[in-house]
């Protein structure tokens, strides 16, 4: 079997109609990984029991006839932020190295109940605040494109895995451009559904306003599977949406000729390398030969974005984080003389630099003198950018913009600023801010052949229109 | 500058971190410079814009619909047990640095 061909119908099929076993696929992948992945890194912890328990359900399935799930035996990855009952979850951090959830999240869980095979948790930077996964407590993940340059971030093990043919989709989640800035460096795809389409529940919370999970995948119809089986009302998580799900994969298939896509002069500015510009404007060219209209919008508040974001961000990480004490689960210092000591000293150890400076900045953002200057002047400016939103998505039906400003940078470029590291959030962060949903998809390649990715940013809850703007493209190049 | 190394040693406190030394002459570089780009918000005036917590009031929602009605979807009957059952007390127990049979045991909270 030719793993990097894999797709969710392909493997799927493949096994049903026994011409592989979900078991030998699974020994497969776990061959890859154990060949490739020691110069990665996107893998912190294998799951082969429950892998091979589910591969044996899904291969008795095949051998009586009966019809597999919709992704029956295909085999994927976890960001090590969702919650896996009995599984080691990290989220990346050492304060959490030896947590065993007695849950499962709910995205999980559903990819399972639909046949998925769990091959193992993914590396991360810590609690998924990072760009470049090189805030991973265990160590970072390399670019199967250029083992010299990142993998993005924060979900970097999840592109890298999908990318290197380690698992045929991933789960990887979203607060400032988590799923689609990887997915752009790492040359798949990456959807991040609209706020509240999918639910939550299991998610180790960063903020909550902000969070999302959705899938990186090597094409768009499987992002569109992956969203189908992951979306909907879930009790536990009072956030996720009471609204239709519709089928995405049928979707796909309408014509895109007619539809309106916006192009805002304010995603092509400086900073803007001229490569990933010219990448991105010959695809944009390549939606108008397919029939779209490509309409000039103006989102003028643009450039308040990362810093609206930074305060938001980390104000919600700050009360989010504070729930990590060292007494229920997690790393606890030894010796501590009194509770408080032993708080302090717990967190001081278990949390790395960024997300001490995160909890010190989003504190500080919250402190009484402050927090009027900061925290609601940053909620005013997110209301303006979502406005800036709603008045285009009135003239159009979707938004193309590159997804990052540079492809993959090397390991260590921007590892000592964090100001620079932030800005490599500068076009995907406002969506997360909105709420609406966006996707990256490879859109071709730098000189030195890195990828390039093209976001498309869509109206709430309309994954459907741009998955399958995001489809039409990807065929018209294949 | 605008965070001095006074103000870093209050919010360490409030966020309940202790830091050293190095990690607090970092922090004060750091934060001023991140709130120094920041800043940039004070060029928008933003006098007369409600303020947004959340995207899920807004969309997703009938908007037709005032206050707890929005969202009665999300809410269910105080029902025994709530959706599942609690979990067991050795599951709750089990991640905890040093559980006894019954509790989470903690260094002493009061010091004399």
């Known amino acids: ?478 | 500058m605008k965070v001095t190394e006074k103000d870093v040693a209050y919010v360490a406190d409030l966020s309940n971190l202790e830091l050293t030394e190095e990690e607090r002459a970092h922090m004060v570089r750091d934060l001023n410079s991140i709130l120094g780009y920041i800043d940039m918000l004070n060029r928008l005036d933003t006098e007369s814009v409600d303020p947004m917590a959340q995207v899920s009031d807004r969309y997703g929602v009938d908007t037709s619909k005032a206050g707890g009605e929005r969202f009665a979807y999300a809410s269910r009957d105080d029902i025994l047990f709530g959706l599942r059952p609690s979990l067991k007390r050795e599951e709750a127990l089990a991640n905890s640095p040093d559980p006894d049979e019954t509790f989470f045991r903690v260094p002493k909270v009061i010091e004399r």
Do not use: W
Request: glycine share 8%; charged share 25%; net charge neutral.
């Open chain 1, 1 to 478: 079997m030719e793993l990097n061909l894999l797709t969710i119908d392909a493997a799927r099929s493949a096994i049903q109609e026994r011409k592989t076993t979900s078991m030998a696929l699974v020994e497969s992948f776990y061959a890859r990984i154990q060949k490739e992945d020691s110069a990665i890194g996107a893998y912190l912890t294998l799951t082969k029991e429950r892998a091979l328990e589910q591969a044996d359900r899904m291969d008795r399935l095949a051998a009586e006839g009966k019809p597999l799930p919709p992704l029956g035996g295909v085999p994927v990855g976890i960001k090590d932020v969702m919650c896996t009952r009995g599984v080691r979850t990290t989220a990346g951090s050492k304060i959490l190295e030896n947590f065993i959830p007695p849950h499962d999240c709910t995205a999980v869980a559903r990819l399972e109940s639909a046949g998925a095979v769990v091959l193992g948790k993914l590396n991360c930077d810590e609690f998924a605040m990072g760009s470049s996964n090189e805030n991973s407590a265990f160590h970072p993940v390399r670019n199967p494109r250029d083992l010299s340059r990142v993998p993005g971030g924060s979900s970097g093990g999840s592109a890298a895995a999908v990318a290197a043919d380690m698992a045929v989709v991933a789960l990887g989640s979203d607060t400032g451009g988590s799923i689609r800035q990887p997915a752009s460096f790492c040359g798949v795809v990456g959807l991040m559904p609209t706020y509240g389409r999918v639910s939550r529940y299991g998610l180790i919370a960063f903020a909550s306003s902000l969070d999302h999970i959705g899938p990186l995948t090597k094409n768009v119809r499987d992002a569109a599977t992956v969203l189908h089986t992951i979306a909907g009302r879930d009790p536990m998580d009072s956030t996720s949406a009471d609204v239709p799900v519709p089928d995405y994969v049928a979707e796909l298939e309408k014509p895109v000729s007619g539809l309106k896509i916006g192009m805002a002069e304010e995603y092509f500015g400086d900073g803007l390398d001229a490569e990933v510009r010219k990448a991105v404007e010959d695809a944009i060219q390549r939606l108008a030969k397919l029939g779209c209209d490509v309409v000039p919008v103006s989102l003028p508040h643009t450039e308040y974005a990362i810093p609206t974001y930074y305060i938001v961000a980390t104000a919600e990480a700050s009360s989010n984080l504070a729930r990590f004490d060292g007494v229920r689960y997690g790393y606890r210092a030894k010796n501590a003389r009194t509770l408080s000591d032993m708080y302090r000293r717990s967190r001081d150890e278990g949390f790395g630099t960024e997300v001490k400076r995160r909890i010190m900045l989003g504190t500080y953002a919250l402190s009484a003198g402050y927090y009027d200057a900061y925290y609601l002047k940053a909620q005013k400016v997110r209301a303006l950018l979502t406005q800036d939103f709603d008045e285009a998505f009135k003239k159009v039906d979707a938004i193309v913009t590159p997804t990052s400003p540079t492809a993959a940078f090397k390991l260590g470029e921007k590892a000592n600023d964090p100001l620079a590291m932030y800005l490599a959030d500068i076009y995907t962060v406002t969506a997360d801010l909105a709420g609406i949903p966006g996707i990256s998809i490879p859109c071709g390649e730098t000189r030195e052949k890195l990828p390039v990715g093209l976001q498309i940013l869509g109206r709430h809850f309309d994954e459907a229109t741009i998955l399958r703007l995001a489809h039409a493209y990807e065929r018209s190049v294949s």
